[in-house]
């Protein structure tokens, strides 16, 4: 019988059911005989829990082992490749274009278990670090939390999941308010009250019938919700979630009171009083829908890139993004000079302090103990590059007679990456270059035993100026 009825609706609209590819999942059929119901239809029959597009579906709620494929796929991934092989700059590549997103389709849709982003950003993390082996204190240089932030607050642009993945579910409430208000899906949605708050901070709405904006939670009162504006009056609510033009209607509001709550106080008077002044003043548009507008962006429209960022406000802007990431350079000197900048590079006072071995004098100079501004600033070996550099490009700036006295690696790069010369972004991929061949060749003296000279030193740069000229540094071309 359902077949022939399933038969007759593909005669009708044209489709056709695929059976091989459909299952049958019976819901609340306790006193059903499924076996005469199902008689002559070719699907199969399963339950709960099971998977529809891709996601797990269950009737309950679901569980860690229900997201176990994700889980599953992000280890698979890491298996076939060799991450001893790769630089940082590449494992780097391939944990944003990759292994985030294996999971962005899952974060649209649901709300995984925080345990579960913390797997995903455990195994993350470890490739980045370590590549295929174990992670260790001395392999994970900044910490995940630094890292996982954009750019501009000092990140390597890694998304974190559970902010990406809250961006993602605000979609869902922008989609809610604009809908009419007996279209509401609010029972539906992944979105839990901290995300419902974040989107009312984010959000400003205009009134008009009031039908698809909630009383509580919309931010119509000078850009702000009632909820947060008065929060005793909300809490002895009995309708939280009408909306405006139900709460308005007849002061249904009002009606919602429960003013013999054991909490009651003058309080609540009080912020009664103010409430029903700023009501007062309300006035519906009939037939004008609410116009609700996103704060993050010049559109008023709500996009997932904004909603990402807007909670890292209040992070502290850093200035890595100008001076490192947007100069031309190979992305493991781009990888590296982030590094040096924040100081984490294993120079020989880091090592101390680990109480690991090493040398604590300069191997450049043998003079000085090692320290990060000592080797890309203070030491004589550096400067008398730079020196050279300097009368070689005619550019008096990158002199280290010009340089200001500085405390750290990020002051004094800062410093020379902001100099008034023809070309800045030529002079901060000259920075890059420089920095990483001093890295190279105290390497190399240390591990390989291998030492250069200084104008050996010089002459390996400027061939590497010509070979980044004729790889795209088009800004070095212009300074040098």
């Given at each position: ?15 056709k059911?695929?059976?091989?590819k ?12 499924l076996s005469d ?13 099971l998977?529809y597009?891709g ?13 176990q ?30 292994l ?5 389709y ?10 579960v982003?913390?797997f ?6 470890q490739?980045l670090w ?10 994970c ?14 990140g ?7 902010f ?8 869902w409430l922008?989609?809610e308010?604009?809908?009419?208000n ?16 974040l ?10 019938d ?18 947060d ?10 309708g ?18 429960h003013?013999?709550h ?8 009080h ?6 002044c ?36 209040g992070?502290?802007c ?13 992305p ?20 101390a ?19 990060g ?15 050279d ?13 010009s ?15 902001t ?11 000259l920075?890059i270059?420089?920095?990483?061949t001093?890295?190279?060749e105290?390497n190399?003296?240390?591990?390989e ?17 010509r ?14």
């Amino acid at each position: 019988m359902l077949a022939r009825i399933l038969e007759l609706f593909g005669e009708t609209t044209g489709l056709k059911t695929n059976f091989h590819k459909s299952t049958v999942v019976p819901i609340q059929c306790n006193n059903i005989n499924l076996s005469d119901v199902l008689s002559g239809l070719p699907a199969s029959r399963t339950s709960f829990p099971l998977k529809y597009l891709g996601l797990p579906l269950s009737m309950n709620r679901l569980k860690r082992v229900d997201f176990q494929p994700w889980i599953d796929k992000v280890s698979a991934k890491l298996s076939t490749w060799s991450g001893k092989n790769l630089s940082a700059a590449g494992r780097l590549t391939l944990v944003n274009a990759v292994l985030t997103s294996q999971v962005t389709y899952l974060l649209l849709a649901l709300k995984p278990p925080q345990r579960v982003l913390d797997f995903i950003d455990s195994k993350r993390k470890q490739f980045l670090w370590a590549g295929s082996e174990r992670l260790t204190g001395g392999k994970c240089k900044v910490n995940w939390v630094c890292a996982a932030r954009p750019k501009q607050y000092g990140g390597l642009g890694i998304l974190h999941l559970g902010f990406f993945s809250r961006a993602l579910r605000l979609r869902w409430l922008w989609q809610e308010a604009k809908l009419l208000n007996t279209q509401r899906i609010t029972k539906d949605i992944p979105c839990n009250m901290l995300d419902r708050r974040l989107f009312a901070a984010a959000t400003s709405v205009r009134v008009g019938d009031g039908k698809s904006s909630l009383f509580w939670e919309s931010a119509w009162l000078r850009g702000t919700t009632p909820r947060d504006t008065f929060p005793l009056t909300y809490s002895i609510s009995n309708g939280k979630n009408r909306s405006i033009h139900e709460a308005l209607s007849n002061n249904r509001w009002i009606h919602d009171l429960h003013f013999n709550h054991n909490d009651f106080s003058t309080a609540h008077i009080h912020e009664y009083c103010q409430l029903w002044c700023e009501v007062n003043q309300l006035r519906l548009m009939h037939n004008t829908p609410d116009l609700i507008k996103w704060k993050f962006t010049m559109s008023g429209q709500y996009t997932t890139q904004s909603a990402y960022q807007a909670q890292f406000c209040g992070s502290t802007c850093m200035n890595f993004n100008s001076i490192i990431w947007r100069a031309w350079a190979p992305p493991k000197c781009k990888f590296f000079s982030w590094l040096a900048v924040q100081n984490r590079v294993w120079t020989a006072d880091r090592l101390a302090r680990r109480g690991w071995p090493h040398n604590p004098r300069c191997v450049l100079c043998a003079s000085c103990p090692e320290s990060g501004l000592h080797l890309f600033a203070e030491c004589c070996f550096t400067r008398h590059i730079w020196a050279d550099l300097s009368i070689w490009a005619a550019i008096t700036e990158i002199h280290h007679s010009s340089w200001q006295p500085v405390d750290s690696v990020h002051q004094w790069w800062s410093n020379l990456a902001t100099s008034a010369v023809r070309s800045v972004k030529g002079l901060r991929t000259l920075i890059i270059l420089v920095s990483w061949t001093i890295w190279c060749e105290r390497n190399s003296r240390i591990f390989e035993h291998k030492e250069k000279t200084v104008t050996q030193t010089i002459a390996m740069i400027k061939e590497q100026i010509r070979l980044w000229i004729l790889g795209g540094a088009k800004h070095l071309a212009r300074l040098v």
